[in-house]
């Protein structure tokens, strides 16, 4: 059975700290991993990787995949409050649209 | 931008009672999907389609129909409300095999 899981569920840190978001997946005809990021509204879509050891990155965040060790990690550095939200990893299956998604990291990011 | 809009954003109905939730959107996407997110599940893909008059079973397609009569726009219906399909709902659109954009969410309760 395909399975994403995402560690930690949660995670509170401060203000300029770093934080890692890991996702696993042992999923069949593996396509491509994608990130969102969730606030109170529709998810947000952050990276999609296709390909191991290049890394994503967008402004604070960063994002790798290794598809020999079957992870991806989403990077955040000098963290903001705006930062908090639930970040969503998610798995896509070749010629198909569907994607298998994780839980779900909880990142709350104080002042 | 991509706009992918539903019905309501919150819903109160009573057991037994005929829902539908509707989604639209604007981007003349071939693939639309209905999801329901719960704490500690992530989101679990109810049903999808990638054409019009077509359909395919999710993860969890129980006490749930689609209707998908036009491109732009995905119906979900809970034939016969029950409690336990208090959650919130998810819509989302998708070119081809790529990142899905979507919708604000709609909020169910049913009592």
């Known amino acids: 059975e395909d399975k994403v899981v995402q560690s930690p569920l949660s995670l509170v840190v401060h203000e300029g700290d770093t934080v890692t978001l890991n996702c696993s997946y042992e999923?069949?005809?593996?396509?491509?991993l994608l990130w969102y990021k969730q606030e109170k509204k529709a998810p947000t879509f952050l990276f999609m990787l296709t390909s191991s050891g290049i890394e994503k990155k967008s402004g604070r965040l960063s994002s790798i995949l290794d598809k020999k060790e079957l992870f991806s990690i989403l990077n955040i550095t000098a963290t903001q409050t705006g930062d908090s939200a639930v970040y969503l990893c998610a798995v896509g299956k070749s010629n198909t649209g569907k994607l298998i998604f994780g839980q779900g990291t909880t990142l709350q990011v104080k002042p | 931008d991509v706009k992918v809009t539903q019905s309501s954003r919150y819903l109160v109905k009573r057991t037994g009672e005929k829902v539908f939730l509707e989604c639209v959107q604007d981007m003349d996407h071939e693939n639309m999907f209905w999801y329901r997110q719960d704490p500690g599940l992530g989101l679990r893909l109810i049903y999808f389609s990638y054409d019009v008059k077509m359909k395919e079973k999710g993860d969890i397609p129980e006490g749930y129909s689609v209707s998908r009569e036009k491109k732009e726009r995905f119906s979900l219906i809970l034939e016969s409300a029950s409690t336990n399909q208090t959650s919130m709902y998810l819509c989302a659109s998708s070119p081809t095999v790529s990142e899905q954009y979507f919708g604000p969410g709609t909020r169910l309760t049913v009592t």
């Open positions: 999923v069949t005809n593996f396509r491509s």
